[in-house]
Structure formats: structure tokens, C-alpha cells
């Protein structure tokens, strides 16, 4: 309860960080300026009596909101004027007040006090059980932070009131100033105490995380140290012994990442992976799977390019030699061929064969690739529904790895193949992913030049490949056909047929099976026997089988030497019967392979 203490305003001291209690005589130096001469301006003013405050700033407060408005009034004992300008004050407190009308005039505070009346319940047992608990809880924390000493908590407890207590324990735990400030605000002693022991338990619970903390690193520090320790003998020992690798395999990847061609992003993120790496024992997990990392990245092509002059009659003369008819679709390959030439770049249509099986789409790639002097790769994707294959997985799963671009790149060491993408209708899509999504960008010149790697991680340019893609329909969705330009090879007539086999496959197929192709005799009727009568598909594959076939059988027949045949019409279907007979009367050019 509040009543009016005191009729007149009386000057107002701020203390920093420091809230006192009632019933105290108490110290105080005071070296600040403004405070001095408002203990000057109360002595002339005949007060004897300051209003000591907390204040809410560190600085001097310069304005009334920067100070509290309970505070603690008392009788001033003695002044002592110091040589240095500073005064020595003696107060003698008496009560705690709340202050209204609070003014500030040249930095000098004033206030009326109305005086908080506390019940005088200190003798009381739920007054003297609070304060042993109190005391208790005080010694634990002393136990538990060892930042004070309880020996002179016990004295005061012992020899002083509870005014004492009160103070000297806001004192020896260091309680924040807005709990002090409720604690001289409270109107018993019981609400003091209750007020002291949730804030002193508080700091009990705080204490007790910290140590768990405190506990956790110094057992991760001396883990650390001690693998370290560990870590620095056993490269001692290996460098008496002349096996020090490991270091300087690290310090060689460094200096690789500094003389690689990759570009400054990526560069940057290789040196702060393998700064990662050698804070790490190169016996952990995550080192070696760093060490991958790393090697993955400098084992991409950055700059190696094939830089190989195009030459249009060099690479109408190797379309032709290895493959026969399609002169249409020769005709569209060098028409692309010649735009890459003059424009010195692959940008362009991405050029997509279409047709049955066995009409060469496949080898057209190579072909490719062969004519402009570049490396060649070919990637499947008949089957593929996981958009990792492209992208790849993130480095932090389990068995992650590059997409297979990537690693295609790597493989063929040089960012300018010739890629096939083989079966491209035959891809699937499920939970894991939509991989037409990521075959799109891969094929748009616009956004394939800063590809992204899932585990790479960093962008790569590939619009410098060259990519092919091969079909045996038009079984695709719209936008995938709108990056490409169809091109549809039709089956081959027979003459075709016939030039083909003649010029290709008895080659091939005489290579297979260990004969002398010179002991090969066979006309072009019988190669038109062959291709009727055991055959019928658009392509050719069906008639390489037919081939080996017969130059198979007659190395049986004749104990394995290819002696110098004639294969005619009759010869050939005297050879094949056993195929027949395994095709249960059939004959077996109709899709069946043996």
C-alpha cells in the first residue's frame, strides 16, 4: 500500500546497476559530474535527504524515462569532498519509495517519494522457511558457478536482519536490476523472498545447461585433441618411414584446383570443400567422401576441347564408306555439318533419327563423331525413369554420383563429344522424378550452358556438345519433339540391302567368327536368296545374324577351317535347316534371335 511520505520533492542520485535496500547504511563514491552536483544542490537546498534510483542507461540518464521510478530514500551521514573533485557519501537508507512528478533541470532529477509500506512479517515461519530454502538454493549455485563464496552469505545470515539477507543476496548473485527493483517494490517479506528464489533458481537451471554445454565441448575438445594427437604421431611415423602421402596427396589437390581451368564459382567452392577436407582425418567418412568430391570435379573437362577443322569432303567420304543408300539422310547431316563449320559452334537443331530397328541410326552418330574428328559417346535410355541419371544425385546420400552426362564428359576427357542419346521414346517417369524435364534443358542451347550437376553442385557449359538423339517412333511428348528436328530413315530397299551386306556385313560378320574373307564366295543372287527367304525387318541386323550363321555352321562341318566356299542359294538353306529345325519348322528372320 502507498500513502504521501513526503510533501516536498527531493533530489533524486542514479545509480548504475545498483539497487539498495532499506535499513542499510551504504558507501558510495561518487566521481560523475551531474551526481556531484546534485549531492551539492541538496545540500544547499538544506535537504538532507537523496532518493537513490536505478538507472535504465549506462550512461548518465538524460531524460526521465532512462531511470526507474521506485527507488530507495535515506539520510545522508556524511559528505567527504575528495581532491580530485569527487565526493564520499554516507547514506543511511530508511525506506523504499515509488517517485511521481519526476523532473529533470540541467541534468539534475527530482521527484516526490511516497513511501511503500512493507508488512512486518519477518518473524513469521513461512518469512523464516523461505529464507533457509533461499539460502539453500544459494549454495548450490555457489557449488555450481563459483563465482562467489557463501561464507559471507552465512555471516550476514547469522549476525544481520533480513534487510541484510535481502540486500546481500541481490549483491553476491548478481540479480538482474528489473528483479531487484520488483523485490523493493513487494510489501512483505515473504513476496521479497518468493521473488529472490524464482530468480536465483532460474539461474540454477541456466547454471546447470551451461555445465552440460561446458561439458559436451571439453569432451568433444579432448576427443578432437586427442585425434589430432593421434593424427600428428601417425604422420611422424610416416614420414620416418617415407610414407607420407597423405599430406601431400592433399597439398597436390590443392595445387590442382589452383592450375585447373575451372571457372572462379567453381573454383571457389573446390578450395572451401577442401579446406573442409583437410580439417577432417582422412580415415572419417566424410573426408574420403570429400576426397571423391574433389576428384570428381577436376576430373571434368573444363577447357580440353577437340579442336578439329572441319572438313566437309573428309566427312562426306566417311558417311559414305560406312554406310550404304540413305542418301537423303547423308545429304541433312552434311547440311548440319556445314552450318557448324561456318558458324564455329554446335548451335542449331539437335538432329533426331527416327526408324526401325537396324537401319543404322546408332552408327550414324558415330559416324558422325568419326567425321568431325571428335570423341563419341552414347547413352541409353530405354528404361530410365529417375531424373538422377541426368542430374545426378546430392553428395550427401549414400553412393551419390555425377548424372551420366557428366560422367560421359569425363570419360570421353574433352567438352565437345558427339553424344547419342539412344532410344530416347523408350524413357519412363514415376515417383522419382520426371527425366524429359531434365532432358529439356539439357537440350536447349539457351539453358544447357550453365547445367547443373546435383552433385557437382557447380554450373557446366554444354553447348559444346554435340547430342544425337535415335527413335524407333515419334512416341514422344510434344516439347521434347519441339527441341529437335525429326529426321525419319525409311527401311532399306533390296539393293540396298544387297550393297550393305556386301560392303559391311560379310566383313563383320567373317571378323566374328575367325574366316578369311577371301575364302568367302557369294553372289548377289544368293545374297538376295538370304535376305528373302530369312529375313524381313527394314534394317539389316537380321541378315549379319543370317551371315554368321552360315560361317558358323561351316566351320563346324569342315573341323574349324574356313576353307574356300561357294555359298549358293542351295548351299545356304542346306546350312540354315538346323536353324529351322531349332525354330520348330519356322523360319527364323521373323524377330526370333537364337
Known amino acids: 500500500m502507498y500513502y504521501i511520505y513526503w510533501a516536498m520533492k527531493n533530489y533524486i542520485l542514479p545509480f548504475r546497476d545498483l539497487v539498495v535496500s532499506p535499513g542499510l547504511t551504504v558507501p558510495v563514491l561518487v566521481d560523475n559530474h551531474m551526481s556531484v552536483n546534485c549531492i551539492k544542490a541538496a545540500a544547499n537546498a538544506g535537504h538532507q535527504q537523496l532518493i537513490l534510483v536505478p538507472q535504465h542507461s549506462w550512461a548518465y ?3 526521465v524515462d532512462d531511470i526507474y521510478t521506485v527507488g530507495t530514500i535515506g539520510d545522508v551521514v556524511q559528505v567527504l ?43 513469521a515461519e513461512q518469512t523464516m522457511v523461505l529464507r533457509d530454502i533461499l539460502a539453500d ?28 539477507f535481502v540486500d546481500a543476496v541481490i549483491q553476491t548473485a548478481d540479480i538482474e536490476t528489473d528483479v531487484a527493483v520488483k523485490v523493493l517494490s513487494a510489501t512483505n517479506w515473504a513476496e521479497k ?20 554445454i561446458n561439458k559436451r565441448i571439453h569432451q568433444q575438445m579432448e576427443n578432437g585433441r586427442r585425434e589430432a594427437i593421434l593424427q600428428e604421431k601417425m604422420r611422424a611415423l610416416q614420414k620416418e618411414m617415407g610414407e607420407d602421402d597423405g599430406e ?16 572462379a564459382d567453381a573454383k571457389e567452392k573446390a578450395l572451401a570443400e577442401w579446406k573442409r577436407m583437410r580439417a577432417m582425418s582422412p ?112 553428395k550427401t546420400y549414400i553412393g551419390a554420383q555425377t548424372g551420366r552426362i557428366m560422367d560421359a564428359l569425363k570419360r570421353c576427357k574433352t567438352n565437345n563429344p558427339v553424344i547419342v542419346l539412344d532410344e530416347i521414346d523408350k524413357m519412363g517417369r514415376d515417383w522419382r522424378g520426371d527425366p524429359e524435364s531434365a ?9 544447357n550452358k550453365n547445367f547443373r550437376d546435383h552433385y557437382l553442385e557447380v554450373d557446366f557449359d554444354l553447348s559444346n556438345v554435340m547430342f544425337i538423339a535415335t527413335a524407333n517412333s515419334l512416341n514422344m511428348s510434344n516439347a521434347l519433339k519441339d527441341r529437335m528436328e525429326i529426321i525419319e530413315i525409311p527401311g532399306y530397299s533390296m539393293d540396298d540391302k544387297v550393297k550393305i551386306t556386301r560392303e559391311h556385313l560379310i566383313g563383320r560378320a567373317a571378323r566374328d567368327t575367325g574366316w578369311n574373307t577371301d575364302d568367302i564366295v557369294i553372289s548377289d543372287d544368293a545374297i538376295r536368296h538370304l535376305i528373302q527367304n530369312y529375313t524381313s525387318e527394314q534394317g539389316v541386323r537380321q541378315a549379319q545374324r543370317e551371315i554368321t550363321a552360315i560361317l558358323r555352321r561351316s566351320l563346324l562341318e569342315n573341323d574349324c577351317v574356313d576353307t574356300k566356299t561357294e555359298f549358293t542359294p542351295e548351299k545356304i538353306d542346306e546350312l540354315l535347316a538346323m536353324r529351322k529345325t531349332l525354330n520348330g519348322g519356322k523360319k527364323i528372320g521373323f524377330g526370333v534371335r537364337i
Open 61 to 63: 540518464p538524460s531524460s
Open 81 to 123: 569532498s575528495m581532491p580530485d573533485g569527487a565526493i564520499h557519501l554516507l547514506v543511511r537508507t530508511t525506506d523504499a519509495v515509488a517517485i511521481k512528478d519526476i523532473e529533470i533541470n540541467d541534468g539534475i532529477f527530482t521527484g516526490t517519494p511516497e513511501k511503500i509500506t512493507v508488512a512486518d512479517d519477518m518473524e
Open 137 to 164: 538454493n544459494m549454495q548450490t549455485l555457489a557449488l555450481s558457478t563459483r563465482k562467489f563464496k557463501m561464507e559471507k552469505l552465512r555471516n550476514v545470515i547469522e549476525n544481520y536482519p533480513l534487510p541484510a
Open 193 to 212: 523472498l518468493n521473488i529472490l528464489l524464482e530468480a536465483v533458481k532460474l539461474m540454477l537451471e541456466t547454471a546447470k545447461i551451461e555445465e552440460s
Open 248 to 263: 601431400v596427396d592433399t597439398a597436390n589437390i590443392r595445387k590442382k584446383i589452383l592450375k585447373s581451368a575451372m571457372p
Open 283 to 394: 580415415m572419417s567418412n566424410e573426408g574420403g567422401l570429400l576426397k571423391t568430391y574433389l576428384d570428381e570435379l577436376l576430373a571434368m573437362p573444363w577447357a580440353q576441347s577437340d579442336e578439329v577443322e572441319i572438313d566437309l569432303k573428309h566427312a562426306r567420304a566417311v558417311l559414305d564408306s560406312e554406310h550404304s543408300g540413305m542418301d537423303a539422310v547423308k545429304e541433312r547431316i552434311l547440311e548440319h555439318i556445314a552450318v557448324m563449320k561456318k558458324t564455329k559452334s554446335n548451335q542449331g537443331s539437335i538432329l533426331c533419327f527416327v526408324g526401325a530397328p537396324g537401319v543404322g541410326k546408332t552408327s550414324l552418330g558415330k559416324s558422325i563423331a568419326t567425321a568431325l574428328g571428335r570423341k563419341y559417346q552414347r547413352i541409353s535410355l530405354g528404361g530410365i525413369s529417375d531424373e538422377a541419371h541426368f542430374r545426378g544425385h546430392r
Open 439 to 447: 532432358l529439356l534443358e539439357i537440350l536447349d542451347p539457351e539453358q
